[in-house]
């Protein structure tokens, strides 16, 4: 496989213990490599990275440790905004200091999607052989942490689906594209995914500001597209098939079990400010009221933001027992951050509706007692789940990103719809949905015909990960 590759070179006064050192200090001014953010240089630890990509301008990304030759060399595997390695040589000079070589690999297929994301090239067709199935999602911007393992899910759902014979007699191709946790992005990307010939469904695991702006582009065209995250959606055409958790699923009966933990009555709400932490606040606000709760304030912020003081002064002046913490992604883990350092962590609990094993990983220590209910979680104690786990890493290695529920949602639904068009006897819209009426897949969540959610997890955040406390029905349609 042919790949793009960058290296560059410099000599440092420093010798190569002193700039080892130096990795994960998160000091910028060391450059995008030294500037980096990590607790460990263990393999497979998490490395924060702010890439340069322009005059002033920086990116942030995430990676893992690889390897780590003391003294002499790091490995790094790429996670977002791209996948691809990255090698840093330290090698000593006699004279003293260090001669320092970095080099960055990124093999053809991620390099082709990357160019079709920015426009400059054709992100390329399936073999006429194929099934295409598109997933869009979002490998950068403030949802970038999900992404990584979410294309590892979907990739490993399609070679477990070929594997057991493809779909319609051929072997499915997965075609991948970025939203960049931007609704204008995710249109051009959807545009691009829908324009793939003979392209079966698109899944799509981003907020529900992309959904709104591409799912008419799905309905136009004809084809079926596969919402997978939480989100308060309501699909309004065949061809919307929704399968994540919503508002009222995740609250009704967590935010009760919460309440009777702490004793407190008190709650605020706060979140990113568009329409999905809108109606989480408006779902919060219904259960709360209903089991005589109160509401003491409201606080929501734009996608990318990254200082929350104002919002953290306002719960700690509230005199709030509660927070409904509805950030997405980076936002998540820098309010929660934030949030833990303040202090108010030891007095005031939280329950945070994307709160799953990924951010659980970013947050570490600061994460400690919060609080979700989601379809699924790492820690779920079955045999589905255990069989599955050992798939991921036997696939993808021991350096892999951790599955996050927002992953194995599409795991679970591309699954679903190889399942469905085998019992519908084609890939075809309608084919899909007959099948969907009467077809089961049994993956690690508890669902039912269509991929419904039976039940949810309740789980709390726990330095060693998030534990499951208990088991918890969906809410009863309105």
């Known amino acids: 496989m042919a790949e793009l590759v960058l290296s560059s070179e410099v000599r440092l006064a420093a010798d190569p213990s002193e700039l080892l050192a130096l990795f994960g200090s998160g000091d910028p001014s060391l450059g995008w490599l030294f500037g980096s953010e990590a607790e460990a240089l263990a393999p497979g630890a998490l490395v924060r990275l702010a890439l340069p990509i322009g005059e002033g301008s920086r990116v942030h990304g995430t990676a893992r440790v690889m390897s780590c030759t003391p003294v002499r060399r790091i490995d790094l595997v790429h996670e977002s905004p791209w996948f691809g390695h990255v090698a840093c040589h330290l090698d000593p000079l006699r004279s003293g200091g260090t001669r320092l070589r970095i080099r960055v690999s990124i093999d053809d297929r991620e390099f082709t999607r990357l160019g079709a994301d920015l426009g400059l090239l054709c992100g390329g067709d399936a073999e006429g052989w194929e099934v295409p199935l598109g997933l869009l999602t979002s490998l950068s911007g403030s949802a970038g942490i999900l992404g990584r393992s979410t294309v590892n899910c979907a990739q490993l759902a399609v070679e477990e689906i070929n594997a057991d014979g493809g779909v319609a007699g051929r072997d499915v191709r997965l075609m991948v594209a970025d939203d960049a946790t931007d609704p204008g992005t995710g249109v051009v990307a959807m545009r691009r995914l829908c324009g793939v010939s003979g392209i079966a469904a698109v899944a799509g695991m981003h907020s529900s500001a992309t959904y709104s702006a591409t799912s008419p582009i799905a309905v136009a065209l004809g084809i079926p597209y596969l919402y997978t995250p939480t ?248």
């Open 231 to 478: 989100s308060e959606v309501v699909p309004t055409h065949p061809l919307l098939i929704h399968f994540g958790e919503r508002p009222l699923d995740q609250l009704h009966r967590a935010l009760p079990l919460l309440a009777e933990v702490t004793g407190g009555s008190r709650w605020f709400l706060a979140g990113n400010d568009y329409s999905w932490p809108r109606a989480i606040g408006m779902a919060a606000r219904e259960v709360i009221e209903r089991m005589g709760g109160t509401v003491s304030g409201e606080g929501y912020v734009p996608l990318g933001t990254e200082d929350f003081t104002p919002v953290i002064s306002a719960i700690g002046e509230r005199g709030t027992d509660h927070v409904v913490s509805s950030f997405v992604g980076q936002d998540h883990v820098r309010f929660e951050s934030e949030f833990s350092s303040s202090g108010l962590r030891s007095t005031t609990r939280t329950f945070a509706p994307l709160m799953d094993d990924a951010v659980v990983e970013h947050l570490g220590e600061s994460a400690a007692g919060i609080w979700n209910a989601l379809g699924y979680f790492v820690g779920m104690d079955s045999a589905e789940n255990r069989a599955f786990l050992r798939r991921y890493s036997d696939r993808f290695g021991e350096c892999a990103p951790p599955v996050s529920a927002a992953a194995e949602g599409v795991y679970e639904a591309v699954h679903t719809w190889a399942t469905a068009c085998r019992s519908g006897g084609g890939t075809d819209p309608s084919s899909l949905l007959s099948g969907l009426r009467t077809s089961t897949y049994r993956g690690p969540r508890r669902c039912g015909t269509g991929g419904s959610l039976e039940s949810l997890l309740l789980g709390e955040a726990t330095p060693a990960g998030v534990r499951v406390i208990d088991e918890l029905p969906v809410a009863a349609p309105a």
